[in-house]
């Protein structure tokens, strides 16, 4: 019996309703007391719920979009940059090669892109850039078999399961440290680096297991998917690889695929704080191209090493100046619908931190979790985060606005801060894998044309899993440290 088309609502009716709800919301606390807590990047001390005008609520799409320039452009080159690929049919071919390389072993690859993603995301908080994967993996899952939702998963539980294990990642563990260190507390590296160890290669087999069982279900029968219909008809549109081509794998083919993964290669290690972790061989290489040397990139250097690499594609299939321009913007506007949702969804965050509503539910939960025991601390401490992570699902912008509060009650109490940091990122870990108001998850479902209601419901089981063993494993380090 074929499965129903269902109806759901799109990911930019799920954002305008979030940030209405949001609207009347911060109406109803307007003008409820809180303690005094710092603003991040400015000396302003904020105490009292701001509730929005309708001028603010209009104004948020625009201001969600100045908020996430950096990475829109990004997202756009990105496109433009694929565009040129895919132009050059290297990328499909390559992965026709490998998935016929792979015969009968196509989990592993799973298995391996799973455990590279969470690398990423446990050392340098890999998020943003996990947008620029979506698309090449789902066509290689969809050729080997699985569905769109395997790749999804691969990609945001790999990634995320690093991140909420952060072990060395600057924009978790790093941001918490120096949030304690400006509250005159210096935890010990030396107990969060072997416990985000312990989250992160828990939190990894859990979500290899999620997916890898899934993904053997899908191969063995594709009625077993949790695609709808529509989604099922947009997956084989988007990432079936059309076998009425001519596939041959050529020499200029192989040659585009090498510049391509180098690409991708500089991308990663540019993100990863190479001076922070004593390593001077990379410094100054790069800055004669970018005007910063290699680990202090950010999106705008990244954006523009993936624009010069695309003309050098470009140039090596011999397009004419035409072509390359025509399928620059070409694969841009394929994806501006991801970059309209990652503003809308950034929109949305704005808002919520600009009420103040995150900062009076941290004081009132601050003040309740007073005179707990360690484990019924480590539980409303990590439900806390689960919330606050919906609020504002930046790690860094959240350690800023709770680790002095949250981290200063812990040590206030006796408890340990340093296991406050693991709450923090096991906490924002968690909720970060399915919160509407993260442009990455919604963003990166967009691509790979997945309903957010699909994901739920593939994710739901794996992430309350995740949080069980993450309280077992927060609350007995509580009790022993």
């Given at each position: 019996?074929?499965?129903?088309?269902?109806?759901?609502?799109?990911?930019?009716?799920?954002?305008?309703?979030?940030?209405?709800?949001?609207?009347i919301v911060s109406k109803l606390l307007n003008g409820?007391?809180?303690?005094?807590?710092?603003?991040?990047?400015?000396?302003e001390m904020i105490s009292v719920v701001n509730g929005s005008s309708l001028a603010t609520l209009v104004m948020i799409p625009f201001n969600g979009f100045v908020d996430a320039i950096d990475i829109s452009i990004f997202v756009l080159v990105l496109g433009g940059f694929l565009g040129i690929v895919q132009a050059t049919g290297a990328l499909e071919a390559g992965i026709n090669a490998l998935v016929k390389k792979r015969k009968g072993r196509e989990i592993s690859l799973i298995v391996i892109l799973m455990i590279l993603f969470s690398i990423g995301g446990t050392t340098y908080g890999m998020a943003e850039e996990t947008v620029a994967f979506y698309g090449v993996v789902t066509m290689a899952m969809v050729a080997a078999g699985f569905d769109s939702l395997v790749a999804v998963g691969t990609i945001c539980l790999g990634a995320g399961a690093g991140v909420l294990g952060s072990t060395i990642n600057p924009f978790a563990v790093g941001a918490a440290v120096a949030a304690l260190k400006g509250q005159g507390l210096n935890p010990n590296q030396g107990i969060i680096l072997p416990l985000g160890a312990i989250l992160w290669l828990l939190t990894i087999v859990i979500c290899i297991i999620t997916v890898v069982k899934y993904a053997k279900k899908v191969q063995a029968d594709k009625g077993s998917t949790l695609l709808s219909l529509?989604?099922?008809?947009?997956?084989?549109?988007?990432?079936?690889?059309?076998s009425s081509k001519s596939l041959e794998f050529t020499a200029k083919h192989k040659r585009i695929l090498v510049l391509f993964a180098i690409t991708f290669i500089v991308m990663i290690g540019s993100l990863i704080p190479w001076k922070d972790l004593g390593v001077d061989v990379f410094n100054g290489w790069s800055s004669?191209?970018?005007?910063?040397?290699?680990?202090?990139w950010y999106f705008g250097e990244i954006s523009m090493w993936f624009f010069i690499m695309g003309i050098i594609i470009a140039i090596t299939d011999r397009m004419s100046e035409k072509e390359t321009i025509d399928n620059f913007i070409a694969g841009s506007a394929d994806i501006l619908s991801v970059v309209l949702i990652i503003v809308v969804s950034r929109g949305v965050s704005v808002l919520m931190q600009s009420t103040h509503i995150d900062a009076l539910i941290l004081d009132r939960a601050s003040?309740?979790?007073?005179?707990?025991?360690?484990?019924?601390?480590?539980?409303?401490s990590y439900l806390l985060y689960l919330f606050l992570s919906f609020l504002?699902?930046?790690?860094?912008?959240?350690?800023?606005?709770s680790i002095p509060v949250m981290g200063g009650l812990a040590h206030a109490l006796g408890f340990s801060p340093e296991v406050m940091i693991m709450i923090f990122c096991a906490g924002c870990g968690v909720i970060n894998l399915v919160t509407p108001t993260s442009g990455v998850v919604m963003g990166g479902l967009q691509i790979s044309k997945v309903d957010y209601t699909t994901w739920v419901k593939f994710v739901?089981?794996?992430?309350?899993?995740?949080?069980?063993?993450?309280?077992?494993?927060?609350?007995?380090?509580m009790i022993i440290l």
């Open positions: 019996m074929g499965k129903k088309e269902k109806k759901s609502l799109s990911a930019f009716s799920i954002l305008f309703i979030i940030m209405f709800i949001v609207f409820i007391e809180f303690d005094p807590v710092m603003t991040k990047g400015s000396d529509q989604e099922q008809e947009d997956m084989r549109k988007e990432f079936a690889i059309d004669f191209l970018t005007g910063a040397d290699y680990g202090d003040k309740v979790l007073t005179g707990l025991n360690p484990i019924i601390f480590v539980i409303g504002i699902p930046s790690t860094s912008g959240l350690a800023f606005v739901t089981k794996p992430m309350l899993i995740i949080a069980i063993s993450n309280i077992i494993v927060l609350s007995l380090a």
